[in-house]
């Protein structure tokens, strides 16, 4: 079925962007204040969108589920943020970005798009500069690059390795200043719950206050989803504990589509799971891959005595050691593409070479580094990795290699939006991770916090701005409208069935199981088979939750665990879709790897002549199949290429 | 609020006002221990050190200066110490600090020298102005008050000269945050000259409290 | 490992609460803090209590969202880490933890563990940024060059990450240490100079209006943050309010 329409402006594609903003429909300052406008979010995305429009004079109103807009997990980002500011000298420029982003998402992603977003990234660097952001700087007083991701040319800045936290409190000052201002009004500890559509627009939303349990209703008259991605369906990941998909599933359950939810990110370099018990997973900065090295042993009875504690790492002599990724990939070596490195590690762990109890991890080891560099010299780049990764793991990597394993970290999916960053509801748009636009099939290095501060700063108030011109008669909605009132008892009436199903288990108990399904069949690789069966089995454990699930405590206080309840119906719901997601895509591209389609080598293969779309799926009721729509993806600047890192 | 008159009603204003009253006090022990020095020379020139400044009008305004000095800091931690109860009103059941006791307890040791102050004041101050106090001769011969006598009495009882060391120790170890902290309340805190700064407090600090239980170490032992 | 918990309790923000004990045994060493506390509510859910509620988020030291007062101090035993990185290897088999949250007069508790520290929001509302508009047009971002020993102290200060451990661990309950880390971040800066004595003022009355204690110069802070965030921010963060009390013409 085709009726997604992308709205890109015409002409050439260095000018579409410049002719949007020159034609898009304005909103007379008077008339602002007189605008509402709800975020739900207030990472990256939706802290710099609430800001940019609060200075604007709309009237903003801006959720969030932690204590503070401060805390949303943009802040755990560590590398960097790319910008074509070509400050290095090195021939950088928005053309080459934007190649850079579609080739490193495997050419699954929106021409217009990532031009807008290589065309303004130069202008965030500029705007967080101003907001007091203190990346790292040269002797000389001017900004610092460093080369992120195996591309050419040092365009990533970054602010030790804490780049995501610093531009987060830099959105998060001018956020607050907004709020001292009264064009922002904050709802700290609120979970959006339901979107409110009126006459089909987006016209509000219920959320809950998770101190008191009230539901609540705001109207507005446009709503911004830039909730952040879902990589929590997997219940392990590198993800916050609260990272949830409700917003966005909400979006998608009212209209909107939900776009591309089998391409996710697993990153090659995080610290392997100990035991059951294990609440989250802890990456290790990419940038160890530029001078540690990824081995196993070429034993089997080496990897189990390793396994076992019978034989350490050193025990292992030079030639017993296989080092996998040089071997396969002699061009790129250990800094092949994160989608590639973190195959690699699972194939090696799958044959039975993996080191530790577990069976899933792999060595990276500093030995080469620290004789070339000195103990010293690996303690000046590395140093706080080393520490963090002792702290965790009580192993000194100094003397001993670090043990890694791959990790769920980004999800490139999410719910679909226009040139403009609308969904297909009129009114509601999505920013940020949460939306599908920029990184298609794979996201490269410090690419996720350069989209987050475009859309939140550079594009949502031009866009939004457009859209709202038309409402400027509306006047205030009233949130006593039936649609209201509807959407509310929907709310209460999922909240009274939580307090008042009698059952026996855990919400974390359907949260493990259904991240085991997910990251067993819909993880780094997939196969007809395996997704088939995830589908029937994620149905069971639906099933299982909606009549077995144990909610403590009342609904009209702190409740975690019906905080919990609720996002994770909306994960169980998700990992179906995008088990039918990975089933639909035959082909292997980027994020998504499906085994009956690789090269001869067991490298990915992607299929451009049947697949080159984007994948939007809308929903049609609680039991219901979801109906595939396709967005074909037009290359008119770009020639399709296969990757190779050989 | 108007910035300029509520600066020394805001938290950080009461801090320079401890920091400043502090520092003066500082200097008035400073003062206070060269005088006593006399002590240790002969009876006469003490007594006539001690008439000095009891008459010198300087001196008696400078003394005015000094209640000043000592009320403020007094009323200022009064004030600091009540809003600093009330902003953490609950208590720990379990609470490990890792910083120093002194560090933490200004209070009470500057109560307690508050206490021994009025104990001091009472003996020597009150007893000199306005007590029944011996007379003996001046380098001219003249009659003078026998401060000498007095403190030689006092410090022959073992408790008093007790209270003295103690007194003198607590105002050690007020002395050695004090001192220090007072420059970091200022904002006078540089990577290069703060650790010159902690020294010379720990020293002061020391040199103090050495300096005043030598008095009453010495009586009590000469007259044992 | 066996261990047996104190935790406080406290069924809202008018309960009066109380410790209540916990014995917890077969703890693996290499479970975090969290993770033992993950535990402890499966345990309490399956048999029909209400788990124990306690703030955490990102579980990697970054958000600031953990907080309790372990044993003595926040964020438990170690330093340089959130309660999050705290793992049980760093305790003993057999021994007695207490978990209280945080306790000042300006983090009111909500429940149990969970305190109210919007107190740290509305302090950077008064003046914790810089004034400026989303723009195309700000000027390039190396117009304006910053010697490296500011740029690197100014982002010392803001590694701050607003846990409140130091307002919690202060005798006082002081947010000097909170208040002084943004300080200096945007004092340090040209970007934020303009600005500097207008945002130490507005920011220190924000901060004593909302109850927080006075600094007497223990150095606790210091020593509890997780992120190291030093004592020299007080200092920097007086003298601006001292040069700014004296300057302002109102």
Known sequence: ??????????????????????????????????????????????????????????????????????????????????????????????????????????????????????????????????????????????????????????????????????????????????????????????????????????????????????????????????????????????????????????????????????????????????????????????????????????????????????????????????????????????LVPRDVASRAAKERCDAGFGVNKTGQAVFLDFADAIARFGKDGVEARYGNLFQMYEKITAENPYEMPMKIYPAIHYTMGGVWVDYNLQ?????????????????????????????????????????????????????????????????????????????????????????????????????MARNKQGLEEAIVEIKAIRDEFWKDVKIPGVQNSFNQELEKAGRVADFIELGDLMCRDALNREESCGGHFREEHRTEEGEAMRNDDDYAYVAAWKYKGDNETPELHKEDLKFENIELKQRSYK | MSNSAGLFSSSLGRKYLMALTGLFLCSFLVIHLIGNVALFTDPVQFNEYTRFMSSNPLIRIMEIVLVVGFLTHIIDAILLTKANKAAQPVKYAMDKKKSTWYSRNMGLTGTIILVFLIIHLQSFWYGYKFGVIEMAEDSSGAAIKDMYTMVLAAFSQWWYAAIYVVGMILLGTHLSHGFQSAFQSMGLRHKKYTPTIQKVGTAFALAMTLGFISFPIYFYIIQL | MNITLKVWRQNGADDKGRIVE????????????????????????????????????????????????????????????????????????????????????????????????????????????????????????????????????????????GCGACVATCKNSSAMLFTAAKISHLALLPQGKVEAQERALNMVEKMDELGFGNCTNTGDCEVQCPKGISLENIALMNREFLGASLKSEK
């Open chain 1, 1 to 334: 079925m085709k009726d997604l329409f992308d709205n890109i402006p015409d002409g050439p594609l260095a000018d579409k962007w410049t002719k949007y903003k020159a034609e898009a429909k304005l909103v007379n300052p008077s008339n602002r204040r007189n605008i509402d406008i709800i975020v739900v979010g207030t990472g990256l995305a939706g802290g710099a969108a609430a800001a940019s429009l609060g200075e604007m004079g709309f009237n903003v109103k801006a959720f969030c589920f932690q204590d503070s807009p401060r805390r949303a997990h943009s802040i755990a980002a560590q590398g960097g943020i790319n910008a074509a500011k070509n400050y290095q000298n090195d021939g950088d420029s928005t053309y080459r970005l934007f190649y850079d982003t579609i080739k490193g998402g495997d050419y699954r992603s929106r021409e217009a798009n990532v031009y807008r977003l290589a065309e303004v990234s130069a202008n965030i660097i500029d705007q967080c500069v101003a907001q007091g952001v203190p990346f790292a700087r040269e002797y000389g007083g001017l900004l610092d690059n460093r080369s992120f991701g195996g591309v050419q040319v040092q365009r990533t800045f970054y602010a030790k390795g804490q780049t995501g936290q610093q531009l987060l409190i830099g959105a998060y000052q001018a956020l607050s200043r907004q709020i001292h201002k009264g064009t922002v009004t904050m709802y700290n500890r609120h979970e959006m719950m339901e979107i409110v559509k009126i006459d089909g627009k987006a016209r509000g939303i219920i959320a809950r206050n998770l101190i008191t349990g009230a539901v609540e209703r705001h109207s507005a008259h446009a709503v911004v989803v830039a909730s952040g991605g879902y990589g929590n369906v997997f219940f392990l990941s590198t993800n916050a504990m609260g990272s949830n998909v409700t917003a966005a599933w909400k979006s998608y359950k009212s209209g909107a589509h939900f776009a591309n939810s089998c391409y996710v990110q697993i990153h090659p370099t995080c610290i392997p799971v100990t035991g059951d018990h294990q609440s989250k997973l802890t990456l290790m900065s990419e940038s160890l891959r530029n001078d540690g090295r990824i081995w196993v042993p070429k034993k089997k009875e080496d990897s189990q005595a390793i396994a076992k504690g019978e034989k350490t790492a050193l025990d292992i002599a030079e030639d017993d050691r296989d080092y996998y990724l040089e071997r396969r990939y002699p061009a790129f070596g250990n």
């Open chain 1, 423 to 523: 969904t297909a509801v009129p009114g509601l748009f999505a920013a940020g991770e949460a939306n599908f636009s920029d990184h298609g099939a794979n996201r490269l290095g410090a690419s996720a916090l350069m989209q987050g501060l475009a859309d939140g700063y550079f594009v949502l108030p031009y866009t939004i701005s457009n859209y709202l011109a038309d409402d400027i008669r509306t006047g205030a909605i009233s949130t006593e409208h039936t649609e209201f009132e509807q959407a509310e008892k929907n709310v209460q009436d999922r909240l009274d069935f939580f307090m008042n199903n009698k059952g026996t288990k855990t919400v974390d108990y359907f949260h493990k199981k259904l991240g085991k399904v997910m990251w067993e069949k819909c993880g």
């Open chain 3, 22 to 161: 916990y014995k917890m045994s077969d703890i693996s060493p290499d479970m975090s803090f969290l993770e033992m506390m993950d535990v402890l509510n499966e345990e309490l859910i399956t048999k029909g209590d209400d788990p124990v509620a306690f703030d955490h988020d990102c579980r990697e030291g970054i958000c600031g969202m953990c907080s309790m007062y372990i044993n003595g101090e926040p964020h438990g035993p170690e330093d340089l880490i959130t309660t999050c990185q705290l793992h049980m290897r760093s305790f003993k088999d057999g021994d007695t933890i207490y978990v209280e949250p945080f306790r000042a007069a300006a983090f009111p508790v909500i429940k149990d563990l969970v305190v109210d520290r919007t107190a740290f929001d509305a302090i950077i509302q008064v003046g914790g940024y810089v004034s400026v508009n989303t723009s195309g047009n700000t000027q390039d971002a190396n117009s304006l060059p910053v010697p490296k020993a500011d740029a690197d102290k100014a982002f010392d200060a803001a590694t701050c990450i």
